[in-house]
């Protein structure tokens, strides 16, 4: 018989490396483009419609005891396929309910701390595309760094722990992914806040993120320096939060750095990501705790899941910090990149309000794998 | 273009179109050429890829609003 699992127990397996074999239905153009990784888990490409006529030859490459589970785009080739194999190997077979679609748009939180004087942060980990994005409470009053379009999640999460989240902020304005920002704010009758050299071109009002601001809310008095960090976009901005942990945005991140091409501008701003990189960051407290919005490997979740590593050991580990010479890094950071993320200009365009997609758009416009890091 | 029959797959949802042009397609014979006209977005580049390990040729492919359009030739 078939069992439907849903994106979130995979992502559960994945974060807790348990064992997992995956076949995956899609045609082997959009498997090589975008799959689910993991470290326990293993998977293989067979196009559905490649077993019309049968699954008896790709039953002989299936792992007798392991859990399987078989994923498409959207759910019915999965299930089809599901169906032969379950009758042919006489055993349980599960496929992905709502296909990569929902692993797409899954978010799965972890609790990275409690902060010193009160207050906690917790990290919403979107596997299926490499975006991070942030709760940090303070008493009954919630902060949210880098919201995606996703918001039901968030407010199913914060309902959970009793917070109203009145500040959403966005750290520059983002070319992979479509920001909840603004609907969250209208939402809760919060502030929505963007970089100003950002937002230039936007069409609505917002608070704006300025250098040197500090925002100090709720019971625990957390408070939430803004520091301004360009480099990825001309208005990317970092926040420190109680001089304990730095959100980096798409500048840093723990294996990479930020790319300074999606806006069109690379030549223009390697010089401001390396002053960033090189001078801004270095000045400060080398103990923060540095939480970016992205992570492009896996191996970068610590076991627990977490994504998360002191400003001092990345001056140490990560090759994009350690190019002493300025020729080299600008060559690093502006030739061969990545090809970049899916739709990303009607994304920043639907970011600055000057598209409204509807929901199926949305997600079509984000799907596929993250590329927002050098490499 | 010239076809042997039509196959309306508007409103099925993958798998269902390719696996009905399939079927089609055995029922007919070498050199025929099957229309087919679907609207689930998965089939545009999925039934490429099926002519392409099935071996029958997809001649042309075009979208006309939201409907798909493709002329597959049997081997």
């Known amino acids: 018989m078939i069992q439907a699992m849903q994106a979130k127990e995979i992502a559960q397996k994945v974060m807790n490396q348990e064992e997992l074999f995956i076949l995956d239905v899609r ?14 888990v293993e998977s293989m490409n067979k196009p559905y419609f490649e077993m019309l006529d049968g699954v008896e030859d790709v039953i002989t490459h299936l792992p007798a005891n392991r859990e399987l589970v078989v994923v498409c785009a959207k759910e019915g080739s999965a299930k089809f396929v599901a169906e032969q194999l379950a009758e042919k190997m006489q055993r349980e077979i599960f496929y992905l309910e709502g296909g990569m679609k929902s692993w797409s748009e899954h978010l799965e939180p972890v609790k990275i701390g409690d902060l010193d004087g009160g ?8 596997l299926g595309k490499g975006c991070l994005s942030y709760i940090i409470r303070s008493g009954t009053e919630g902060a949210l760094i880098d919201p995606l379009r996703l918001t039901d999640q968030y407010e199913a999460f914060a309902e959970e722990i009793g917070v109203n989240v009145l500040h959403l902020i966005d750290t520059h304005l983002h070319a992979d992914h479509i920001s909840g920002g603004r609907k969250l704010a209208e939402k809760y009758g919060g502030t929505y806040y963007l970089p100003p050299k950002d937002a230039e071109d936007v ?24 520091f301004y960090s360009p480099g990825h976009t001309i208005g990317s901005t970092s926040l420190i939060v109680n001089e304990e942990y730095l959100f980096t945005g798409d500048i840093l991140f723990l294996d ?58 990345l001056y140490e580990e990560n090759h994009g910090l350690n190019i002493e010479d300025e020729h080299e890094f600008r060559r ?9 993320p899916n739709a990303y200009q009607e994304i920043r365009e639907t970011n600055m309000g000057k598209r409204t997609p509807d929901g199926e758009e949305q997600t079509e416009m984000e799907i596929g794998p993250n590329r927002c890091s050098i490499s | 273009m010239e076809s042997q029959k039509v196959l ?11 696996v009905k042009t399939k079927k089609e397609m055995d029922t007919l014979s070498t050199g025929d050429i099957l229309e087919i006209h679907a609207t689930d977005s998965g089939a545009e580049s999925d039934m490429a890829a099926w002519a392409k390990t099935s071996g029958h040729e ?15 030739k049997k081997k």
């Open chain 1, 27 to 40: 045609n082997t153009e959009d498997y090589n483009d975008w799959k689910i990784e993991g470290r326990s």
């Open chain 1, 256 to 313: 990479s750095i930020g790319r300074p091409d999606l806006a069109g501008l690379a030549e223009d701003w390697v010089g401001d990501l390396r002053t960033t990189l090189y001078s801004r960051y270095k000045e400060l407290d080398q103990n923060l705790k540095v939480l970016p919005a992205h992570f492009s490997k896996l191996h970068e979740l610590d076991e627990t899941g977490r994504v998360v590593a002191q400003l001092g050991d």
């Open chain 1, 119 to 126: 207050g906690e942060v917790y990290q919403f980990v979107r």
């Open chain 1, 203 to 226: 069409q609505f009002s917002y608070t704006p993120l300025e250098d040197g601001r500090v925002v100090t809310f709720g019971e625990d008095q957390v408070n939430i320096r803004v």
């Open chain 2, 58 to 72: 997809l001649l042309h492919q075009e979208k006309e609003g939201d409907i798909l359009k493709f002329w597959i």
């Open chain 1, 332 to 340: 690093v950071v502006t030739e061969n990149l990545p090809p970049q």
């Open chain 2, 8 to 18: 309306d797959a508007k409103g099925l949802a993958c798998p269902m179109p390719v």
